[in-house]
């Protein structure tokens, strides 16, 4: 167990609304990362962070972005939410001297209507 | 151009035999491979891997095989239990200082062993 939380857990929001999601984790891990799962494409890099205000995008950063100001603090913004962001959202951290196995928290399901 | 396929989006095998779960790659740099279990409304979970040095790798009923030169890779599950049953995702990384331990995966496989 990494220590990986993410809130909230559901989210239901209006089209062209921003929302925030918030990945926490307690270990101090320097890299962290957002997925996006939706059926039939499996786990979607969107953006990832290797430290505090070191942040790069990933294959579907288009519409997102993030932050990191604190080292257990990764949060992934949409700025104006579409329904083709409707998805679960996974936050994950990896462990360089683990081969950079990664360590996933238990997700956010975001709806957009 | 997807860079992990799983070509078999399901599989179902009877419990106690074995199942095998299929990756294959198309980037040659790719020199370390994962693979994570996931079931639903949880996050995945790693499972096991293999470095590309090597062409196998077991850990209890699990065995990952790496054939390079095929840019192939399998997951055997020996014996099969029903509380196997989960989508298993194939994953590849890069393991230089510059890659930030990113990982490419596959869509999935959902296995599904019957009692």
Redesign the interface.
Known sequence: DAG?TQSPRHKVTETGTPVTLRCHQTENHR?M?W?RQDP??????IH?S?GVKDT?K?EVSDGYSVSRSKTEDFLLTLESATSSQTSVY?C?I?V?DR?????????TRLTVT | DQQVKQNSPSLSVQEGRISILNCDYTNSMFDYFLWYKKYPAEGPTFLISISSIKDKNEDGRFTVFLNKSAKHLSLHIVPSQPGDSAVYFCAASLLGNTNAGKSTFGDGTTLTVKP
């Open positions: 990986i890299y990362y997925y039939g494409h499996g786990l979607r890099l990832y290797y790069d990933g996974f994950a990896s360089r081969g950079y196995e990664q360590y996933f928290g238990p997700g």
